[in-house]
């Protein structure tokens, strides 16, 4: 069976986080999801915590950095390394706004 690694982009996303994170789980079959998020001052985190995901910071300027790899400018070299980082067989990109 196919593994999918899911990377969700969030920034104050709390409103709409917890509906993507819980379709994710019962209909998208996650090996892992990732969320990259802009320094919310929300509850995104803790929904995102809550769901269990990998939470990632991405700083001023929107530099993510992957743990165990190195900064990358911008969100898709983020998504790049990410696909180098983790193990699913498809890493697909989501907003915490779809």
């Known amino acids: 069976m196919m593994s999918i690694d899911y990377v969700v982009l969030t920034w ?4 709409t986080l917890e509906l993507a994170l819980s379709s994710i789980r ?18 995104t985190t803790a ?3 809550k769901y269990g995901c ?15 790899g190195k900064p990358c400018p911008g969100v898709p070299p983020a998504h790049s390394a990410a696909k180098k980082r983790f193990a699913a067989s498809v890493i697909t ?4 706004t779809q």
Do not use: E, M, Q
């Not at 104050?12 to 409103?15: F, G, I, K, V, Y």
């Not at 209909?27 to 919310?40: A, E």
């Not at 990109?93 to 915490?96: A, E, L, N, Q, V």
């Open 12 to 15: 104050n996303s709390a409103s």
């Open 47 to 49: 929904i995102a915590g």
């Open 26 to 43: 019962n209909y998208g079959r996650p090996n892992r999801i990732i969320v990259v998020d802009k320094h919310s001052t929300d509850r």
């Open 54 to 68: 990998k939470v990632i910071s991405s700083g001023a300027g929107a530099v993510l950095a992957i743990p165990g």
């Open 93 to 96: 990109r989501i907003t915490g």
